[in-house]
Nanobody
Framework: VQLEESGGALVQPGASLRLSCAAS????????MSWYRQAPGKGRNMVAS????????NYADSVKGRFTISRDDAKNTVYLQMNSLKPEDTAVYYC?????????????WGQGTQVTVSS
């Protein structure tokens, strides 16, 4: 199983970034995919999640209207489009894949990609 994030960068406030998470080693289409972030000295918090087939999407209040999560099951990839970035969006962003079946739960994490918003 592998989750590989990419797209993190140092940008100025107001800029946009698109993060990507390429997945392999599991049946991507059946998993809930999420983005989490962890700022220095703080806990890891959910930013956005999307269920299989994109039937339900959730966002943290702090990013609503600025971030958009999407998935491409044909490419086994989940994206996070981040617009109007703020310094408080600075964090390591992690991709998460979660499956909850009747008899089993699986949870996978990527290594993270750094997003820094600073002037």
């Amino acid at each position: 199983v592998q989750l590989e994030e990419s797209g993190g960068a140092l940008v100025q406030p107001g800029a946009s970034l698109r993060l990507s998470c390429a997945a392999s080693g599991f049946t991507f289409s059946t998993y809930v995919m999420s983005w989490y972030r962890q700022a220095p000295g703080k806990g890891r918090n959910m930013v956005a999640s999307i269920t299989s087939a994109g039937s339900r999407i959730n966002y943290a209040d702090s990013v609503k209207g600025r971030f958009t999560i999407s998935r491409d099951d044909a490419k086994n990839t989940v994206y996070l489009q981040m617009n109007s970035l703020k310094p408080e969006d600075t964090a390591v962003y992690y991709c998460n894949a979660n499956y909850r079946g009747m008899w089993t739960t699986r949870d996978y994490w990527g290594q993270g990609t750094q997003v820094t918003v600073s002037s």
